[in-house]
């Protein structure tokens, strides 16, 4: 695969500075560092972060059980790979529409983040409800077991749909340079709680640890955009109370589904987890069309 994609990117460059030479400005080159010298620990950091959960597993349990997890991460990252794809094409309109800063472009970007994250949560919902019904009804039995904790695998990404949100103005400003440090705090919370939660929890310790990872970047985030009002300078970036009250029920919803199933048949354990969908897809959703049927013109016809 590195072969693969090497070949071609070499062939590009090759072609690109055949007809653009190669220029050189210290300038530039002294804005690209600043901004981008705080991504280099913070991607790292991530890696670390992204793989702390596995090492969690591999330290207190066997490796059957790392298995076991690995095969319900490799299911909950389809929430990550469509969160990224939702941010690489939304993006770029959030962006040109800072550029120009008015009350129009100010608005738009509102309605903009505001069906980033109401789609997200849509797509959260139904890997979190679908993924635990497909997984223990029509996977391999010997991988039922994933469905009893892979609801908090899924739900662990929640968090992340608004703590990728709130980069928009840090990465527009900037401010890169907070979250190499953020990343850093949530690192060492996170093996506080694996240490805490992992011996008394077993598993379901290591994937509360997980949403914890993401809870305290959101929140981190969140505080320090606020403190330097970013959120502030394009309008009202985050209009979100309903995305956020919707989030707040589809965890107390989960938790109280762990709660009180713990007694019953796990042939229809899972059934209780519709209920999920069916109270906040409808509004979610409804609440896309609204934005949608008011923006879609607009996003198609937006001039450069």
Known sequence: RFIGTTIPVFVYFAWYYFKNPFKYSTELNKKMLLYGLPLVPYVLLNVILSQADKFAIERYFDMKILGLYGFGFLIASVNDIFINSLTSALSPQIYKNMKLDDEHSNKKIQQLITIYVSLAIVMNIGITVFGSLGIYYFINKNYQSVALFFPLLSLSYLPRIFFTAYQIPVFFYEKTKILPFINLFTLILYTIGVIMLAPILGIYGVCIAAIIIKLSQMFSLYVYIRRIKLDKKNGSLFQL?????????????????????????????????????????????????????FRIGDILNFKK
């Open 241 to 293: 109370k309903e995305q956020y009250l919707v989030s707040i029920l589809i965890f107390a919803y989960v938790g109280l589904w762990y709660l009180f199933t713990q007694n019953i048949n796990e042939n229809i354990k899972f059934i209780y987890l519709l209920p999920l969908f069916f109270i906040t897809f409808p509004y979610v959703v409804y609440k896309i069309i609204m934005v949608m049927n």
